[in-house]
């Protein structure tokens, strides 16, 4: 009677070690894929988040060193505002990390306009928060 039970014991073992196996393989590979999806939303969360602050802090820093002074003197002018957009242009472009530039070009297509859309919006907004 023991030997029986070790044999059935044996072959139920026998059994259910490879369907054990795949269902583990197939649950940690699933949880790899989870892992990876959510590393690569948090990188580019965080790529966008750094793009937008990079915007943010030139359209600021031209108001404060550059139009600002322009315009308590009364000489901001159509020439001034582009000059303004190509200092924030620059700055933007100084300040934001290759990797997050790569990031902007590769989802939304040509950096260029989507850096200009930005900045327009931003100018926007600091001139309703003025």
Known sequence: ??????YLLQAVLTASV????????????????EAQQNMTSETQKRLLD???EAVTTAVIKTNQTYVDTLKKNGAFSVES????????????????S????DFISVTYGYFD???????EAAVNTVKVKN
């Open 1 to 6: 009677m023991r030997e029986f039970l070790l």
């Open 18 to 33: 490879p369907v054990v196996a795949a269902y583990l393989c197939s649950f940690l590979k699933k949880k790899k894929e």
């Open 50 to 52: 750094e793009a937008m």
């Open 81 to 96: 505002q582009k000059k303004a957009f190509e200092k924030s242009m620059q700055t933007a472009v100084e300040i934001m």
């Open 98 to 101: 290759q990797e997050a530039k």
């Open 113 to 119: 306009k989507w850096l200009s859309a930005r900045i």
